[in-house]
């Protein structure tokens, strides 16, 4: 059981918009570490998406979003495309483990 | 262009040792923090080990301490990590991954750049 909790899956039709979310606790997200998102396409290394809660690194399209309150966060993608059709990480740091931790991940079908 | 590119995994019994390396390119080696980080087949995203710039710094996970070792040289631009009494469990693919903060950064930095993974395969 991973330590951040995801959906395991999440849907939805070319155009649309979808969110995923990661919920912690107050030894990760709850106690104002970073959360970072990754895409990882079929047979591909994950590759960062999302990183410092909110921030896009150069080449991310904008249609990409993420937040952060509390103890949970959010990836928010809009205007679904077919290339979306990915595994969605999020990731963080646990001050109990004393080391990274990631979520268990979230299956996004483009339908 | 930064590159990373991990080898030396392989097929090793229950109690085995392996060492993996990974050649870094393109970027200052020694100013960056690097991890390892492994998937096994059908699974998600499990962090192992962390190592400072410096390598004057490193941290596991509970799973594999004591029993893993990271290490880098930044002479030569690699990193590795020997992997001791493996088992079943550490099968996976082994992911080199580069911090994405430069110099002094916070325990939750994001990882920027990843490798295409070497396989560890763990079977009597």
């Known amino acids: 059981q991973s330590v951040l909790t995801q959906p395991p899956s999440v849907s939805g039709a070319p155009g649309q918009r979808v969110t995923i979310s990661c919920t912690g606790s107050?030894?990760?997200?709850?106690?104002?570490?970073?959360v970072h998102w990754y895409q990882q396409l079929p047979g591909a290394a994950p590759k960062l998406l999302i990183y410092?809660?909110?921030n896009r690194p150069s080449g991310v399209p904008d249609r990409f979003s993420g937040s952060k309150s509390g103890t949970s966060a959010s990836l928010a993608i809009t205007g679904l495309q077919a290339e979306d059709d990915a595994d969605y990480y999020c990731?963080?740091?646990?001050?109990?483990?004393?080391?990274?931790?990631f979520g268990g991940g979230t299956k996004l079908t483009v339908l | 262009e930064v590159q990373l590119l991990e080898s030396g995994g392989g097929l090793v019994q229950p109690g085995g040792s392996l060492r993996l390396s990974c050649a870094a390119s393109g970027f200052t080696f020694s100013t960056y923090a690097l991890s390892w980080v492994r998937q096994a087949p059908g699974k998600g995203l499990d962090w192992v080990s962390v190592i400072s710039g410096s390598g004057g710094s490193t941290n596991y996970a509970d799973s594999v301490k004591g029993r893993f070792t990271i290490s880098r040289d930044n002479s030569k631009n690699m990193l590795y990590l020997q992997v001791k009494s493996l088992r079943a469990e550490d099968a996976a693919l082994y992911y080199c991954?580069?911090?994405?903060?430069?110099?002094?950064?916070?325990?939750?930095?994001?990882?920027?750049?990843w490798g295409q993974g070497t396989m560890v395969a763990v079977s009597s």
């Open positions: 107050r030894f990760n997200i709850g106690a104002a570490y970073d």
């Open positions: 991954v580069k911090g994405f903060c430069g110099g002094d950064c916070p325990s939750d930095d994001a990882f920027d750049i």
């Open positions: 410092g809660n909110s």
């Open positions: 990731q963080s740091y646990d001050s109990r483990l004393r080391g990274v931790v």
